[in-house]
């Protein structure tokens, strides 16, 4: 066995590990290092599309790695140096949060992804309905060449269709609906599109997974993370078992199956656990559960009857959205989520019909001013038109209402004239220049409108302020300090590797007198247990 920790030691999130047994190669995780990001990009600094790859290769942000990368992303002039030469036969992603798949766009077409079919169902939403960035081409490629005039520059190929990812499921079914949405082109023919204007998908059929890779054998496990779908791995290498436990928490709504992922790959004696600290360093004493944060908010919104109240957390954390669709049951009201955030939810029950909530009597859909909606947009819409909701109803009746909306839709509550209203900041903490000035300007329109806040407060006079978090009303999707040492110490493994952290001394110091030898390997090194 060999293992090369690509990027990830000391970073939360950009985890990329190659792992190799026998002609096995595989990589576990291809996400964005948002840190390193962000030293360069912004919204409106990013790469070049026009470059492909070159931009994020020069400022070695993505590993130099050979035999990894989308031919038709390497602009002609672009000769580059490799530091590896890898041969990779699958990309194995925990779950669907772009710190961890973000840069799977990148990766060769025909390299299968290994996933769950909720994770792979998610990636494949948030392309058809995103901003389709290059590198953001999770589950299909929009084929690219070189321009016949200019070696410098790629540019698509708009009479090519779309070429889909081969994706095997790990965690067993392949449900036909999920089957037909992965091989469903993001502008499936509406009303008003004329067919020549339908780009096609070529996709191969998802398969559930097979039980080896090239003679390395592997097992998927369900673990609790703030977005479904999420999944821990197994290897079985000469050395022993390598577990890679991706993100996970034992205090949400289905930490069983967390520990149960751990009872059971203690029982195989692992050799090596890759883990994740992300909370580490950042502890607050209380971990509050999901439960928690249902008690706290229904109580606000029972002391708001005939306001509106706006519930602001990430479009992609499901748990929190069942949260509020309780507490809109309870208070006879209806959550109104954006069609965007709807059509994530669609493609989740697509891949787990248990997991129906667009099903739920208490969810509608906002309906958003749209001047030219996308292909996908048009054919859902048409779909549900049962469940849109328009602003002037919410204005007209406010009381009846839950919105999921965050900081940028607040221009469309301008419509909405939520005077008066409440609004619970349900979401993480904010870290990073960036969200302080998001949260700033937050604050203004919360201001602007009148509305109480709960879960956040600005502490300053002006921008240079900060923003200030009041517990209760969030939970987080990561282990707790306390939980990770139980984690660990039930897994019980020879070697342990700490990534997506930026404290893996707490591992050396939490573990010493234990028989688990804490090894930190550094970016771009490869591991050794000596
Ligand atoms: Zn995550």
New binding site residues.
């Given amino acids: 066995m060999r293992l090369l920790l690509l990027e990830g030691a000391q970073s939360i999130?950009g985890t990329k590990i190659y792992l190799e047994e026998g002609r096995a190669g595989i990589l576990l995780d291809f996400g964005i290092n948002y840190g390193r990001w962000g030293l360069y990009f912004e919204e409106y600094l990013k790469p070049r599309p026009g470059r492909g790859l070159y931009d994020l290769w020069a400022l070695g942000l993505i590993p130099k790695v050979e035999g990894l990368y989308r031919c038709d992303l390497m602009p002609h002039d672009f000769a580059p140096s490799f530091e590896h030469t890898l041969d990779i036969h699958g990309v194995f992603i925990?779950?669907a949060?772009l710190?961890?798949c973000g840069l799977v766009g990148l990766i060769r077409e025909d390299c299968p992804i290994y996933a769950s079919a909720v994770g792979a169902a998610i990636m494949k939403a948030m392309q058809d309905s995103g901003k389709m960035d290059f590198y953001g081409e999770l589950a299909y490629c929009n084929p690219r060449a070189t321009k016949p005039d200019d070696a410098r520059a790629v540019e698509s190929q708009s009479h090519l269709p779309y070429r889909g990812r081969p994706l095997r499921s790990v965690l067993g079914g392949t449900p036909e609906a999920f089957r037909q949405f992965w091989q469903t082109p993001p502008n499936p023919k509406a009303l008003s599109t004329p067919s020549s204007r339908v780009k096609k998908l070529e996709a191969p059929c998802p398969e559930p997974a097979p039980e080896h890779i090239e003679g390395l054998r592997f097992r998927a496990f369900p673990v609790d993370?703030?977005?479904p779908g999420?999944v821990a791995y197994l290897f079985h290498t000469g050395e022993g078992p390598v577990v890679y436990t991706?993100?996970l928490r034992l205090h949400g709504r289905h930490g069983d199956q967390t520990r149960r992922f751990a009872e059971t790959v203690a029982k195989e004696k692992p050799y090596l656990l890759i883990v994740e600290g992300?909370r580490l360093g950042r502890e607050t004493s209380e971990n509050i559960t999901e439960e928690h944060v249902r008690q706290n908010a229904l109580k606000i919104v029972k002391n708001s009857s005939g306001k509106l109240v706006i519930a602001d957390f990430g479009p992609r954390h499901i748990e929190r959205l069942e949260t509020f669709l309780a507490i809109a049951k309870e208070t006879q009201r209806q959550l109104l989520v954006f069609t965007k955030d709807a059509y994530l939810l669609e493609a989740i029950t697509c891949a787990d019909p248990t997991l129906n909530l667009l099903g739920h009597p208490n969810v509608g859909i906002f309906d958003e001013l749209r001047l030219s909606p996308r292909g996908w947009e048009e054919a859902f819409r048409e779909r549900y038109k049962n469940l849109l909701v328009r602003a002037e109803d919410v204005r007209a009746d406010p009381g009846r209402y839950i919105l999921a909306f965050s900081f940028y839709d607040m221009n469309d509550l301008l419509d909405i004239h939520p005077y008066g209203g409440v609004y619970i900041y349900s979401s993480s903490e904010a870290y990073g220049e960036d969200l302080r000035v998001d949260l700033w300007r937050l604050w203004n329109w919360l201001k602007f409108y009148k509305m109480s806040v709960h879960g956040f407060c600005w502490k300053g006079a002006d921008e240079r302020g900060t923003p200030q978090f009041s517990g209760g009303l969030h939970a987080s999707?990561?282990i707790s300090e306390t939980d990770l040492l139980w984690l660990i110490k039930e897994i019980r493994p020879r070697y342990l590797l700490p990534v997506h952290t930026e404290h893996r001394e707490w591992f050396v110091r939490a573990l010493s007198g234990e028989p688990i030898k804490v090894v930190l390997t550094p970016d771009g090194e490869w591991f050794s247990g000596a």
């Fill in positions: 999130g925990s779950h949060h710190d961890h993370h703030s977005i999420a991706g993100d992300t999707g990561h």
